[in-house]
C-alpha cells in the first residue's frame, strides 16, 4: 500500500477564520545561537489549519478529544464527491442529492470543490458553506461519521449564525444520533489520486480539555 497526505503542513501562516488567533512557531534552543540542541515552541489554535471539530465545539455536554478511541479517526469506506463551490456559494442538499447512493455506503465524505486554488488569497475567506437542508441530508446517513473539506470552513463568515446552526445540527450526537465531525481546510487538490483511498486516517494531537485539534489526514490507496 501507498499513503498520501491530505491535510496541509501547520505554520504561523495557516490561514484562520476571522477573529481567531493566529498558530506561532518559534524557536526555544538553536545551533545558531550556541546551544547543543534544537528545540521549537508550537502554539496551534485549535481550529486553524487543517483541523477536526468534534461535538464540544458546539455541545457543552459533547464529546471532547480525549473521549475518542484512536480507532475513531481510521474511516475505512471513504468517498470523494465533486460538487460545485465558488466563493459564497450554498452546498445544498440538492448539490449532494446525485451522490445519495455513494455517501449512504460511506463513513468519510470528502467534498472537493476545487476552492483550495484559493488558499493563500482573501477569497479563501469567502468560502462556499453548507446549508441546514445540506447538513439535514447528511444526518441521514446511518453510516456516515465525517465530511471533509477542501475550503476554510462549513460556514461562510458572512453567515455567522447559518454556519453556527449547521455546526451544531452535524455535531449533535446522543444515544439515538451520531455525531458527524467536521474536518476543514484540506488538501483535496490531487483529488483523482484521492478518489482511490482505500482508508483514510485523520490523526490529531491527542490534548486535554480541547474541542477539535489539527490533525494530520492521509489516504491508503494500492499502487
Known amino acids: 500500500m501507498k499513503y498520501y497526505r491530505i491535510s496541509y503542513t501547520h505554520a504561523d501562516r495557516s490561514p484562520r477564520f476571522p477573529g481567531n488567533p493566529a498558530n506561532a512557531i518559534k524557536p526555544v534552543l538553536s545551533f545558531a545561537a550556541g546551544d547543543g540542541c534544537s528545540a521549537w515552541e508550537v502554539t496551534l489554535f485549535t481550529h486553524n489549519g487543517s483541523h477536526i471539530d468534534l461535538p464540544h465545539h458546539y455541545h457543552a455536554q459533547g464529546r471532547r478529544l480525549v473521549d475518542y478511541d484512536a480507532g475513531e479517526f481510521v474511516f475505512e469506506r471513504p468517498v470523494l464527491v465533486r460538487v460545485s463551490g465558488g466563493p459564497g456559494e450554498a452546498i445544498t442538499a440538492a ?35 453548507l446549508t441546514l437542508d445540506a447538513a439535514r441530508f447528511l444526518k441521514g446517513m446511518p453510516g456516515l461519521r465525517a465530511l471533509g473539506i477542501d475550503f476554510l470552513s462549513i460556514t461562510n463568515p458572512g453567515r455567522k449564525q447559518l454556519g453556527d ?59
Open 165 to 223: 446552526e449547521v455546526h451544531r445540527l452535524l455535531l449533535r450526537e446522543s444515544e439515538e444520533e451520531k455525531a458527524i465531525l467536521i474536518i476543514e481546510d484540506l488538501d483535496l487538490s490531487s483529488d483523482g489520486l484521492v478518489a482511490q483511498f482505500r482508508r483514510v486516517f485523520a490523526v490529531p494531537l491527542f490534548v486535554e480539555g480541547v474541542d477539535g485539534m489539527p490533525c494530520t489526514v492521509f489516504g491508503e490507496y494500492a499502487p
Open 95 to 129: 448539490s449532494l442529492a446525485p451522490f445519495e447512493a455513494a455517501i449512504r455506503a460511506s463513513d468519510l465524505l470528502l467534498l472537493s470543490t476545487g476552492f483550495w486554488a484559493h488558499r493563500g488569497s482573501p477569497l479563501y475567506a469567502d468560502n462556499p458553506f
